[in-house]
């Protein structure tokens, strides 16, 4: 009998891992793809204005899920100013947004055609 509980067990715990065993497994892992941008939280836009002085891109977007914005066309703040000398009026681009220091920021964007 001892010998059927101790199987029993063992089955047990090694169908079932402990939680705490399971994320140590894997611990560090995320930060391998921290950088790129989920693909539901891009949003396809058509570039409508680029105003370096302000250091901002006017998108008429879709919706932009991880802000719970509508479509709407509105001016952005960039993570990265040299972005502006990539985007043109006219421009179809995918991008991703957030809000940064207060202010909505085009965080990633890729250039479509």
Same mark, same amino acid.
């Given at each position: 009998?001892?010998?059927?509980?101790?199987?029993? =067990?063992?089955?047990?715990?090694?169908? =079932?891992?402990?939680?705490?065993?399971? /994320?140590?497994?894997? /611990?560090?892992?995320?930060?391998?793809?921290?950088?790129?941008?989920? !693909?539901?939280? #891009?949003?396809?836009?058509? +570039?409508?204005?680029?105003?370096?002085?302000?250091?901002?891109?006017?998108?008429?977007?879709?919706?932009?899920? *991880?802000?719970? #914005?509508?479509? #709407?066309?509105?001016?952005?703040? !960039?993570? *990265?100013?040299?972005?502006?000398?990539?985007?043109?009026?006219?421009?179809?681009?995918? =991008?991703?947004?957030?809000?940064?220091?207060?202010?909505?920021? +085009? !965080?990633?964007?890729?250039?479509?055609?």
């Amino acid at each position: 009998m001892k010998t059927v509980f101790i199987t029993a =067990f063992i089955t047990l715990a090694a169908t =079932f891992p402990a939680p705490g065993i399971a /994320a140590d497994d894997h /611990a560090g892992h995320g930060a391998l793809y921290a950088a790129a941008p989920a !693909v539901a939280d #891009m949003a396809d836009g058509l +570039v409508k204005k680029v105003d370096k002085p302000a250091g901002k891109v006017t998108i008429a977007h879709g919706q932009l899920v *991880n802000l719970g #914005m509508p479509a #709407m066309t509105m001016a952005f703040r !960039v993570k *990265n100013t040299a972005w502006l000398d990539q985007m043109k009026d006219g421009d179809k681009i995918r =991008f991703m947004a957030d809000k940064v220091d207060g202010a909505y920021t +085009v !965080v990633h964007f890729e250039r479509t055609k």
